[in-house]
């Protein structure tokens, strides 16, 4: 899908930066805004419209009026609690200085709990698939400053654009200590409507045997997998599912330490 990038409604000379960046950056054209909603643009460009507006970058994929940005969503509380107590650092066996791999990075909350864990000596490294999404959360975990709570544990977030299986194929053998893995749900959780805007756009491709034959090369410890209570996933490509009651989501493990 052709993606133009453009400014706000009443630019500036800061969105005006912002855009050309983004457009050099991600070798997208600028399009001037001339007023025009995003719907007008969408129509008369035929193409999904990269905002660079007065505090943020937004995404829209055409059809959508609302648009996907960063925020730190649920890593916002979740880290606001004992991180220890978080259930993917429960099940995943996550520990300060450990390299963790968020093969689906997605709004990056989860690479933002793990960043809060592993700590200075940790490395976490974020993939995405679709270069525009990769671009916005990237760019919005350099420059997100509403909680100072996080702000050293996004700014050590390495984000990648590509598809995972060819990132992990491409990383030398139990390079990393967990690797996880959170594909688009095959069922819609109506509570998460902040990825809605995302949804057209994300990677929907499901689990394959390769993905996790590659995930269980690469980790050292655990490959977790975040997936739909009635997801029939974790037994097929052999997780040890975690039960968690009363939620629409459940964690699978792999203990990549036994032989």
């Known amino acids: 899908m052709k993606t133009i990038v453009t400014t706000a409604y009443r630019p500036n000379g800061k969105t005006d930066e912002l855009a050309a960046k983004a457009a050099a950056d991600l070798l997208l054209p600028f399009v001037s805004r001339r007023k025009r909603s995003i719907g007008k643009i969408h129509l008369e460009e035929g193409a999904d419209v990269l905002v660079a507006a007065k505090e943020r970058l937004e995404f829209y994929p055409q059809g959508k009026t609302e648009p996907f940005f960063f925020h730190p969503n649920s ?28 093969c689906t990075l997605g709004m990056a909350s989860d690479a933002i709990v793990a960043s809060m864990h592993t700590g200075a000596a940790g490395r976490v490294i974020g993939c995405e698939s679709h270069a525009v999404l990769a671009y916005v959360v990237a760019e919005g975990l350099k420059e997100y400053s509403a909680m100072p709570h996080l702000t050293e544990s996004m700014r050590r977030i390495e984000v990648i654009p590509g598809k995972a299986v060819d990132i992990l194929r491409n990383m030398p053998g139990k390079s990393a200590d967990v ?21 057209p756009a994300a990677d929907a491709g499901q689990l394959d045997w390769t993905w996790v034959e590659e995930a269980k090369r690469v980790a050292k410890k655990s490959v977790v997998l975040k997936a739909h209570f009635r997801s029939e996933d974790f037994e097929r490509f052999g997780f040890s599912r975690r039960v968690r009651p009363n939620t629409k989501f459940h964690y699978g493990v792999i203990d990549c330490t036994i032989e």
């Open 179 to 199: 690797v996880y893995m959170d594909p688009m749900f095959t069922e819609t959780i109506q509570e998460a409507t902040n990825f809605s805007p995302l949804r």
């Open 75 to 102: 890593s916002a509380f979740r880290t606001k609690r004992p991180i220890v107590q978080d259930p993917l650092i429960e099940v995943s066996g996550l520990a300060p200085g450990d390299t963790f791999i968020d």
